[in-house]
């Protein structure tokens, strides 16, 4: 697509309810990041994703958080039962290739629109 | 890991009035990156800026690498402007890490 896809926009969930964040990343990209923004704050890295592989999952918070990405292509964010602390705006970006990786403009960076969760 | 420092953490602007954002960071990186984050908490991209000096419009953004400093310029600041300022950076095969970012307020 032409850009960063997430879906939902806006989830609104019970404390203890699991939930599942999508993302479809920028056609051709082969790099997929998830990063966590609470209200008012900065930028939280989750995960990476180069291909289907997680090279750096140092990120998640805890064990309750798992991600997964198949055929190179769409991402899923899963939060298991969830507490309010998980409220915040999950953010997925994507780019043409890994980090690390100093190919010009080829490794700029997109997000996505993010989805914002909120745990009553 | 490497850390990034971006100053000043509010600004408060007149609309038409020029500004300078600055991010500082603590070891050599091998991208550099500008975004807005409007309103709505949509991160827009400004520059891929690792090096050197470009222009879009009345934004302009310099990083001097060998200094480890880059600076974002606003040139007759508008209110549609408004929002948080980000500067995020790559080493080796870290994961893009953000500055806390400058939050810049236009007024008309």
């Known amino acids: 697509g032409a850009g960063v896809s997430q879906s939902p926009s806006n989830k609104v969930t019970e404390k203890g309810k699991d939930v599942e964040l999508r993302c479809d990343p920028i056609?051709?990209?082969?790099?997929l990041y998830w990063y966590r923004q609470s209200l008012g704050q900065g930028l939280e890295f989750l995960i990476y994703?180069?291909?289907?592989?997680?090279?750096?999952k140092s990120g998640l918070p805890s064990d309750r958080f798992s991600a997964e990405r198949t055929g190179g292509s769409v991402s899923t964010l899963t939060i298991q039962r969830t507490q309010q602390e998980d409220s915040a705006v999950y953010l997925c970006?994507?780019?043409?290739?890994?980090?690390?990786?100093?190919?010009?403009?080829?490794?700029?960076?997109?997000f996505g629109e993010g989805s914002w969760l909120t745990v009553v | 890991g490497i850390q990034v420092e971006q100053s000043p953490p509010d600004l408060i602007l007149q609309e038409g009035a020029n500004s300078t954002l600055r991010c500082n960071f603590s070891?050599?990186?091998?991208?550099l990156q500008w975004f807005h984050q409007n309103p709505w908490g949509q991160l827009i991209n400004l520059f891929y800026i690792p090096s050197g000096t470009k222009q879009n419009g009345r934004l302009s953004a310099t990083t001097v690498a060998t200094e480890r400093y880059s600076l974002l310029y606003i040139s007759s600041s508008q209110t549609t402007d408004s929002g948080v300022y980000f500067c995020a950076v790559v080493r080796g095969n870290t994961p893009l890490v953000f500055g806390k970012g400058t939050r810049l307020s236009v007024i008309a």
């Open positions: 994703f180069q291909g289907n592989s997680a090279p750096d």
């Open positions: 970006a994507s780019s043409y290739s890994g980090q690390g990786a100093f190919i010009g403009s080829g490794n700029t960076i997109y």
């Open positions: 056609s051709g990209h082969t790099a």
């Open positions: 070891d050599s990186v091998n991208n």
